[in-house]
């Protein structure tokens, strides 16, 4: 063989090995699923998932209901209050998917925002990447671009993203003009059918008790219907009573929210399992912008970092160490590609172990087959725990 044709023979060699070790890494990370629903609620703690009722919050103080509310979700153990209070996640999901938070028993996640509060918390999950100069809940348009937006570029999902939102800010997170990502959010509905129509109708004729948030079970039902009627590959749903409630004090509003949250995400999950476009490949991930306060037993009702008592957090500047606590998060996931692990025993260090809201975004993209490095390399891994192995 002449030199030429042996450098010749040689570079085709090794561009043959480049391509099938190249195959070989694609095949390593096949689509798991071929639709993903993520769902948030808003600053629900983590102590009410795993251990219900909080027995020293049933007092007048921020208790309207009476002995109604541990009538309602009272029982002899932290594990019974629980499934009383969020019967689909501890019946359902921690059984047949896997959850990581419950602090108690060695699981733990956390934002890895400074911030501890909504918007810095919704950018975090959704490009997985905390973004420091987002430090306040102002309906600001999004700079970054979210997993969503990223999304609905790609060949396969243009036009088969949306989300659904209580809280009117959502536009902006999402960057709705920028992004083309419909997003129907707080008093923003663009009713396609009758039943949407009238849906807008009870909206607005049912006052919200906040000027920015309209109440979840609009969320879900215009979620539903689209889900229905559009079949997106990609779909948000995000809701809001639970933070506003605990805001106000009202302890047995935030438990009945949670409560029908639970519900509603259980009623989602029916259809999505009846419905052929859907049915057993599709996944299921449900989490939360942030934590709330536990000692004193006042700052349940908030959430900051100590950083953020500087700045748009300055009114709880009596709290000096900040609402301790308030970075602690939940997870929960269910369906194709989620494996059956339940609680998943992470431990407690914090820089080691913990899962953090910003891998959020590239677990969605696995499961879709997608390496999030195409979309940001810089985000948090994917959690691999949770994700059944290929």
Request: glycine content about 8%.
């Amino acid at each position: 063989m002449r030199l030429s044709q042996y450098f010749l023979h040689s570079a085709y060699c090794l561009l043959a090995c480049n391509a099938v070790i190249h195959c070989a890494q694609a095949q390593q990370t096949p689509a798991l699923a071929a639709n993903v629903i993520l769902v948030t609620i808003d600053g629900l703690r983590w102590q009410e998932v795993f251990r219900g009722l909080d027995e020293r919050l049933v007092g007048e103080e921020y208790n309207s209901l009476g002995d109604g509310l541990a009538e309602n979700f009272g029982a002899d153990t932290a594990n019974a209050r629980a499934e009383v209070l969020m019967p689909f996640l501890h019946q359902v999901l921690l059984k047949q998917g896997s959850v990581i938070g419950n602090r108690d028993a060695g699981s733990c996640a956390r934002v890895t925002n400074p911030w501890h509060f909504s918007y810095p918390g919704y950018n975090e999950i959704l490009t997985g990447v905390p973004d420091r100069s987002i430090n306040t809940n102002d309906a600001i348009p999004n700079p970054n671009v979210t997993v969503l937006e990223w999304l609905q570029q790609q060949e396969g999902f243009t036009n088969k993203v949306a989300a659904f939102s209580s809280w009117d800010a959502f536009p902006f997170i999402i960057n709705a003009e920028r992004s083309g990502v419909p997003v129907n959010a707080g008093a923003k509905s663009n009713p396609e059918t009758p039943f949407e129509e009238t849906l807008t109708q009870l909206h607005g004729d049912i006052p919200s008790p906040w000027p920015t948030v309209r109440f979840d079970a609009f969320t879900h039902h215009y979620a539903l219907s689209h889900l229905q009627n559009h079949h997106p590959r990609v779909l948000y749903i995000s809701f809001g009573e639970t933070d506003d409630f605990a805001h106000e004090g009202d302890y047995d509003q935030y438990l009945l929210a949670a409560n029908r949250t639970d519900r509603f995400i259980h009623e989602l999950w029916d259809f999505v399992q009846s419905d052929p476009f859907y049915q057993n490949n599709t996944a299921l991930f449900i989490t939360v912008d942030h934590g709330r306060g536990e000692e004193p037993l006042e700052t349940w009702k908030h959430h900051a970092s100590k950083e953020s008592l500087g700045g748009y957090m300055k009114s709880l500047a009596q709290y000096e160490e900040g609402i301790v606590g308030s970075d602690a998060v939940w997870m929960a996931a269910l369906g194709a590609g989620i494996a059956s692990h339940g609680l998943i025993k992470n431990g407690l260090i914090e820089t080691a172990t913990c899962a953090g809201s910003n891998q959020i975004a590239a677990t969605l993209l696995a499961l879709l087959g997608i390496d999030y490095r195409n979309f940001n390399p810089g985000a948090g891994a994917p959690l691999s725990d949770i994700l059944v192995k290929p």
